[in-house]
Nanobody, 115 residues
């Protein structure tokens, strides 16, 4: 069993920054990829950023140049540095882990950006 614990969400003004963390624990073997998704009220969940075991990163167009995903392989932790936040970034951010062809999800952390 795998558990994902997210932290770092909160309320911030537009233009501000937040750093999200997601630590994986439990029966961790070989992680293929970790990433962050978000879902705003009334909208579908969307990929924000992901990072493979080899360090290859992918970003949604809406966050390119503002968000940075990174990973600490020794601690099975993924980070999302979010800068120049906009009100449109307001959403529930969930951590995602892919391992041995299975996908695991965290509970999510709320990010609210005020204008």
């Amino acid at each position: 069993q795998v558990q994902l614990a997210e932290s770092g969400g909160g309320l911030v003004q537009a233009g501000g920054s937040l750093r999200l963390s997601c630590a994986a624990s439990g029966s961790i073997t070989s992680i293929n990829a970790m990433g962050w998704y978000r879902q705003a009220p009334g909208k579908q969940r969307e990929l924000v950023a992901s990072i493979s075991s080899g360090g290859r990163t992918t970003y949604a167009d809406s966050v390119k140049g503002r968000f940075t995903i990174s990973r600490d392989n020794a601690k099975d932790t993924v980070f999302l540095q979010m800068d120049s936040l906009k009100p449109d970034d307001t959403a529930l951010y969930s951590c995602n882990l892919i391992m041995s062809f299975r996908t695991y999800w965290g509970q999510g952390t709320q990010v609210t950006v005020s204008s």
